[in-house]
């Protein structure tokens, strides 16, 4: 798979990535054996972060591959915990020793959390020492970019937020695309959401091109040029999540796909976003 949207600094991102956010893990290997069955589909971009837990595992995975590191196009983020400039370097220094790595192709502030100016600092730093190839940021609404600009040298180079058929960010999309920031879907199949794969204009969409629904979906927004990272347990889906380059769709089925927007998100709002405190702690006897 060779689709790719250049960042505003000429690095090639490839389109469709891997999520591995609640990739199963246990004993036996049984997430180094999902990224294997990843590698074996084509993907080469992994997204990842440093609260999931997994980056060592996704390092194993990806070492048990064979391939060269410069295969692959990796992802991490820094948690809200560790927002500011030494915080922000030092955990950015631990995910790419638990990754097995000593640059990272795109490294991301996971939320506008406090001190988020800093971490910024701290990311432009690693970029021009060569230790980041694209640096940006997830959850940010315009405000926080607004704000960012005012205090930052480098503009960011994507905004990684929740995106799906049913919460399409049309605001949010105009004005990254006016400052050329590249939007990177996440929860790109809405989460799995059942009403959304029930959806009847999907679904006849999708009957239409004897593609599924997730195939549509991730089709949709390819077409409108963001980056998607699907996460997937099942071999089966894995694969499926791959095969969307043989089929297209018609400017009238993007048409009916526009007007599912109901501007309702699925997950939390990046706005006033509180983290629980007892959640940090579980995660890092993770970590
Ligand atoms: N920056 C952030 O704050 C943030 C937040 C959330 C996620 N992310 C990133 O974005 C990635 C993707 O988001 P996500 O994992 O939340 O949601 P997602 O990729 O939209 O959906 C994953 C869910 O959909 C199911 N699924 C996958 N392929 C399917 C298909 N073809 N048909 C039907 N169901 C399918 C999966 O189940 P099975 O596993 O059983 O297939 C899983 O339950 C994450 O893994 C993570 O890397 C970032």
Same mark, same amino acid.
């Given at each position: 798979?060779?689709?790719?949207?250049?960042?505003?600094?000429?690095?090639?991102?490839?389109?469709?990535?891997?999520?591995?956010?609640?990739?199963?893990?246990?004993?036996?290997?049984?997430?180094?054996?999902?990224?294997?069955?990843?590698?074996?589909?084509?993907?080469?971009?992994?997204?990842?972060?440093?609260?999931?837990?997994?980056?060592?595992? %996704?390092?194993?995975?990806?070492?048990?591959?064979?391939?060269?590191?410069?295969?692959?196009?990796?992802?991490?983020?820094?948690?809200?915990?560790?927002?500011?400039?030494?915080?922000?370097?030092?955990?950015?220094?631990?995910?790419?020793?638990?990754?097995?790595?000593?640059?990272?192709?795109?490294?991301?502030?996971?939320?506008?959390?406090?001190?988020?100016?800093?971490?910024?600092?701290?990311?432009?730093? %690693?970029?021009?020492?060569?230790?980041?190839?694209?640096?940006?940021?997830?959850?940010?609404?315009?405000?926080?970019?607004?704000?960012?600009?005012?205090?930052?040298?480098?503009?960011?180079?994507?905004?990684?937020?929740?995106?799906?058929?049913?919460?399409?960010?049309?605001?949010?999309?105009?004005?990254?695309?006016?400052?050329?920031?590249?939007?990177?879907?996440?929860?790109?199949?809405?989460?799995?959401?059942?009403?959304?794969?029930?959806?009847?204009?999907?679904?006849?969409?999708?009957?239409?091109?004897?593609?599924?629904?997730?195939?549509?979906?991730?089709?949709?927004?390819?077409?409108?040029?963001?980056?998607?990272?699907?996460?997937?347990?099942?071999?089966?889906?894995?694969?499926?999540?791959?095969?969307?380059?043989?089929?297209? %769709?018609?400017?009238?089925?993007?048409?009916?796909?526009?007007?599912?927007?109901?501007?309702?998100?699925?997950?939390?709002?990046?706005?006033?976003?509180?983290?629980?405190?007892?959640?940090?702690?579980?995660?890092?006897?993770?970590?």
């Amino acid at each position: 798979m060779d689709m790719s949207i250049e960042a505003a600094n000429g690095v090639k991102i490839p389109q469709l990535g891997f999520g591995v956010y609640n990739l199963k893990q246990g004993k036996n290997g049984v997430f180094e054996k999902t990224i294997n069955e990843a590698i074996k589909a084509g993907y080469r971009h992994f997204d990842t972060a440093r609260i999931y837990g997994n980056e060592q595992a %996704l390092g194993r995975g990806i070492e048990d591959s064979g391939l060269p590191r410069e295969d692959f196009f990796l992802t991490s983020k820094v948690w809200t915990t560790d927002l500011g400039y030494w915080q922000t370097q030092q955990a950015f220094e631990h995910s790419c020793k638990k990754l097995n790595t000593t640059y990272l192709d795109m490294y991301l502030l996971h939320f506008a959390g406090p001190h988020y100016v800093d971490a910024w600092k701290a990311l432009e730093k %690693l970029y021009v020492e060569g230790r980041i190839k694209v640096i940006g940021v997830a959850n940010f609404e315009i405000e926080h970019l607004e704000h960012l600009k005012k205090h930052s040298e480098i503009t960011p180079m994507i905004n990684q937020i929740e995106t799906h058929p049913e919460f399409q960010q049309q605001p949010l999309r105009e004005y990254m695309s006016r400052h050329q920031i590249l939007h990177e879907a996440w929860a790109p199949l809405g989460q799995g959401n059942k009403a959304l794969f029930e959806n009847t204009e999907l679904k006849d969409i999708a009957r239409g091109h004897q593609k599924t629904v997730g195939q549509v979906i991730l089709r949709w927004h390819l077409n409108r040029e963001t980056i998607v990272i699907p996460k997937s347990s099942n071999p089966q889906r894995i694969k499926e999540n791959m095969d969307v380059l043989n089929f297209n %769709l018609s400017e009238e089925d993007m048409e009916r796909i526009a007007r599912l927007d109901t501007g309702k998100r699925y997950s939390v709002n990046p706005r006033g976003y509180q983290v629980n405190p007892m959640f940090v702690k579980l995660m890092k006897l993770f970590m």
